[in-house]
């Protein structure tokens, strides 16, 4: 993607638009009457429709201009927020994800478009005379009075696709008071104002301190006039021809008030009586004055019978508007310089050369040990102090809030809960929290269906619930948090829960269990993880057929993550997932069986001790003492056993001492090295299914080490303790 | 004094800005409070929104109350062209 892709930049813009979109759509729909979540909408509409403009999608904008105008008009307060109008608004969002996806309308999409907008126009009768704008054009505040009002208490509502934007905008004061003969000769002031509505935003003061009262009328002269605030691209030989044809007829001051150009960029703008006197109303003297006076200076001057409250409260708009119009800018300035938008694929990029950095450093280091060249030595320390910090610095380019996936979720649960009949509020915690993106990214299906199977088969029917003394609305709850290098997610609904007994049977039945094991809860929770496992008979359209959590299981710890389950009967379940924060780079303590080298995660370390030192538990099981209570572990070299030859001679060995959600086990190796960081490398599909391993990494040298799946290999062990 | 109801028909329009001035004028003198009913004219320009607007001050130099009713085209206009729709009472 680059400045020479427009379509992609849009592409990329509009979904990022449609997301926001849709997240402001479900969280109206639980608000219903949210201002700030109805500008929202109406934002991501008014710019979408603005950029296809500009590159002509003509279908796109006709369609998006209607959908914005129904919202302009609940916004302006025109028209009552309706359940209607948010459904339609999420129809219309798929829609414009239609037209963007294939630009070519075919007929199906053509008509749900039509089907679309005549809905939303039975809902709206007033949408009726919502031309289709012209594209190409600064469509911020045209539209048709019914349409778009904006009235004198209009001021400073921003468009925020308007606000702030880099292409030179200025703000013009215009003073139009027209002659008393201006209706006369056939002109239409309102036409005036809607040709300046279409240049920019405007904020229109309507005075009347020239209207007599009835009895001293002429109805057909003009006593209205008007104070104009315009901030358009348009330059000020624009803004002059909109009056080209009532020049004559009309008393017109044109002046520019503001200007992103203006080095002058102080937000406060000009005080009241500056204001005043820029625009002829009283003199330098009589502000002075009135300023010793030690009163209001508005209160004074109107006193005085100098001005009339309207000209004291239409500079007040202005220095109000223009101190806004500098606010926003300013904000977007700092931010642009805050920010800049970088393709994702670069950020891979950089990641993962930082790995193949890192990796190569060990190489370095390793030579630099042989060599036992002091000054080699200090150089790859040096070396290593840095490529840690740009590590950092590289990593932390790569994280996103867990927001990102979360969000994704409403519109699901919302659509699925519709089509299961049931009534569900999702709950959502720690958005915050900041993963690597593809973790994120490879998280997406296996939280979907997490997500899915809670939906269908956790929360019950809203009628079961009342029966069960629960609320008709059940709670699905998405949190995330920090837990060290790992982030816990965890979904929790408060619906059925698992029978564990119909678990107990089914897993009898299909051979996975012989029915003599005495099982703990969370083991037998664990069984649903099994490959293919399913306690309901029918599948239904919501969690899929064929496909159960155990491809869940592999998925996260395809990410050298962990599953766990916890659930009550009758109360509800929860899903524990723990994954590492990133996958780019692991730091790993390096230790070696026989010939083979194996990376531990630091993450699940807790000690090394010498064998030798350890006391044996006088069973035959394979125990130890271990701070006061009895450890399991097993030998390294016997679980993979291919081609072990074992030693014999213990004298050398040494206990690694891990542990994974609560379980620890202790490892027994030949010999252990150093911390090793390195970039974890797919095993492939030939050896993805392995038990205790879950990569693969480079060692300095060019051998290759395993990784080991710490989490696969405590539970493995802990199933076999007694 | 009394109240009364004055229902306008017809566009409020230049053409008509006299006669509507009139009515208004002399609904206002006769009563003290007064509700204008806009609701069966089709159509109003500016010089007709000057009239709505001046009549509000007359009978506010008056005491009088007056009132617009149906008036969703006058406050529409107002709006657009950045007056109050004075008169107006209804949401």
Not at chain 1, 114 to 133: F, G, K, M, N, T
Not at chain 1, 283 to 289: A, D, N, R, S
Not at chain 1, 426 to 454: A, C, F, Q, W, Y
Not at chain 1, 550 to 572: A, Q, T
């Amino acid at each position: 993607m680059s400045a020479s892709d427009p379509m992609g930049t849009f592409r990329e813009e509009v979904g990022e638009l449609l997301d926001r979109l849709e997240s402001a759509l479900i969280r109206l729909e639980e608000t219903l009457d949210d201002p700030e979540l109805i500008d929202e909408a109406f934002r991501s509409l008014h710019t979408i429709k603005g950029s296809g403009g500009m590159l002509g999608l003509h279908e796109l904008v006709s369609f998006t201009h209607t959908v914005e105008a129904a919202f302009a008009l609940v916004r302006d307060g025109h028209e009552q927020i309706s359940e209607s109008l948010i459904e339609l608004g999420l129809q219309a969002k798929d829609q414009i994800a239609d037209i963007m996806a294939s630009p070519e309308l075919d007929d199906e999409t053509r008509s749900e478009g039509d089907r679309i907008l005549a809905q939303l126009r039975a809902v709206y009768p007033a949408l009726e005379s919502a031309r289709p704008p012209h594209t190409g054009t600064s469509e911020a505040t045209a539209g048709s009075p019914s349409i778009k009002p904006i009235g004198s208490a209009d001021i400073g509502r921003a468009d925020g696709d308007h606000a702030g934007t880099a292409r030179g905008e200025t703000t013009f004061r215009i003073q139009f008071a027209p002659k008393p003969r201006l209706f006369r000769v056939g002109a239409n002031p309102i036409l005036l104002l809607k040709e300046l509505r279409e240049l920019g935003e405007t904020v229109i003061i309507g005075l009347m301190d020239r209207l007599p009262v009835l009895d001293e009328l002429d109805p057909e002269a003009c006593y209205l006039r008007w104070d104009i605030l315009l901030t358009t691209e348009a330059d000020e030989n624009a803004v002059r021809d909109v009056f080209i044809f009532v020049e004559g007829e009309a008393e017109i001051f044109i002046e520019e008030i503001d200007s992103e150009n203006l080095e002058e960029s102080d937000i406060d703008y000009k005080r009241i009586g500056e204001i005043l006197v820029s625009r002829g109303l009283v003199t330098p003297e009589e502000v002075q004055q009135a300023v010793n006076e030690k009163q209001y200076l508005g209160d004074v001057l109107v006193e005085k019978g100098l001005l009339t409250n309207e000209q004291i409260d239409a500079a007040l708009q202005e220095q109000q508007y223009v101190r806004r119009r500098r606010e926003t800018r300013q904000r977007a300035a700092a931010e642009s310089q805050q920010s800049i938008k970088v393709d994702t694929e670069k950020l891979d990029a950089l990641v993962n050369l930082v790995g193949e950095f890192v990796a190569e450093h060990a190489t370095l280091s390793r030579i630099s040990a042989d060599l036992g060249d002091g000054r080699l030595t200090s150089v790859s320390e040096r070396l290593e102090a840095l490529i840690r910090e740009v590590r950092d610095v590289a990593m932390d380019l790569h994280m996103v809030p867990v927001e990102m996936l979360f969000s994704t979720y409403r519109r699901l649960i919302r659509d699925l809960s519709r089509e299961l009949g049931k009534e569900v509020h999702l709950e959502l915690d720690g958005t915050d929290t900041e993963m690597d993106k593809n973790v994120i990214e490879r998280l997406r299906d296996p939280m979907l269906h997490i997500i899915r199977n809670s939906l269908d088969h956790g929360i019950e029917q809203p009628e079961e619930r009342v029966r069960a003394g629960k609320p008709r609305e059940g709670t699905l709850r998405v949190a995330a948090s920090y837990s060290g290098a790992h982030v816990l997610i965890r979904v929790s609904d408060d619906g059925a829960g698992i029978n564990r007994e119909a678990v107990w049977h089914k897993a009898v039945e299909r051979g996975l269990l012989t029915g003599d094991e005495e099982l703990e809860p969370h083991e037998i929770y664990d069984l649903i993880c099994a490959p293919g496992f399913s306690t309901t008979e029918t599948a239904t359209n919501v969690s899929g057929r064929g496909v159960g959590l155990d491809v869940v299981r592999s998925s996260i710890e395809g990410l050298s993550g962990s599953i766990h389950i916890d659930s009550e009967e009758g109360s509800g379940t929860t899903i524990n997932i723990r994954i590492p924060l990133t996958l780019a780079i692991v730091e790993g303590l390096l230790v070696r069986v026989s010939d083979q080298h194996y990376l531990v995660n630091l993450a699940n370390v807790l000690e090394c001790i010498d064998y030798s030192t350890v006391a044996r538990h006088s069973s035959d099981r394979q125990l130890i003492e271990y701070r006061g209570s009895l450890l399991p572990f097993f030998d390294l070299g016997a679980y993979f056993s291919t081609d072990y030859r074992s030693t014999g001679d213990t004298s050398e060995k040494q206990l690694v001492v891990v542990s994974s959600d609560g379980r620890t086990v202790g490892l027994l190796v030949d010999e252990v090295y150093d911390t090793f960081q390195s970039v974890i490398k797919s095993l492939g599909r030939m050896y993805e299914n392995v038990p205790g391993v879950s990569g693969a990494v480079i060692l300095g040298d060019g051998r290759l080490a395993l990784m080991l799946d710490v989490d696969r290999l405590t539970r493995t062990e802990s199933t076999n303790s007694p | 004094m009394s109240s009364d109801v004055l229902q306008i028909t017809g566009p409020l329009t230049i053409d008509q800005a006299s006669p509507l001035a009139n009515s208004l004028l002399a609904a206002i003198e006769k009563n003290d409070s007064l509700d204008v009913d806009l609701g069966e004219s089709e159509s109003i320009d500016l010089a007709g929104v000057q009239v709505l607007l001046s009549a509000t001050i007359a009978a506010e130099q008056r005491g009088v109350s007056l009132r617009y009713l149906r008036a969703e085209r006058y406050r529409s206009l107002c709006e657009y062209s950045g007056f109050q729709p004075l008169g107006v009472t209804e949401p």
